[in-house]
């Protein structure tokens, strides 16, 4: 495999996502942002914790959706993320949810 192969199946593997999330992202109610994955859930529990001096955040989410183009399953029932670094949580709304008409973006817009 050419490195213009593996270039051209990445590309296609992330357009693949991007139409499974236009797809989805109605059914849920929440965006999350970790540090290293992105979600969508329709129920999220954020904790701040402590443990010897360090702050950690735990989150919880049921009903989710993994933005991940490696994994084959990306419904969840549930998630728990552990993670030192910032956790962003936003709920979506209506508006929010509303993609371009056209089904894309154009390229250099």
């Known amino acids: 495999m050419s490195t ?9 593997m992330e357009l693949q996502l991007y ?3 236009r797809d989805v ?10 540090e290293r994955r992105f979600y969508l859930a329709n129920q999220v529990d954020l904790k701040v914790r402590s443990a010897d001096g360090e702050v950690y955040f735990e989150v ?3 009903d ?3 933005w991940d183009v ?6 969840v029932k549930s998630v728990r993320v552990v993670t030192f670094k910032d956790v962003n949580v936003e709920e ?5 949810l509303e993609l371009p008409k056209n089904g894309g973006f154009r390229a250099g817009a």
């Open 60 to 62: 919880t989410m049921t």
């Open 4 to 12: 213009e192969d593996l270039e051209n199946y990445e590309t296609e």
């Open 70 to 75: 490696y994994r084959p399953a990306r419904f």
């Open 92 to 96: 979506l709304s209506p508006s929010e």
């Open 25 to 34: 992202v109605s059914l849920f109610s929440y965006v999350v942002e970790t």
């Open 64 to 66: 989710a959706w993994v």
């Open 19 to 21: 139409r499974e999330y």
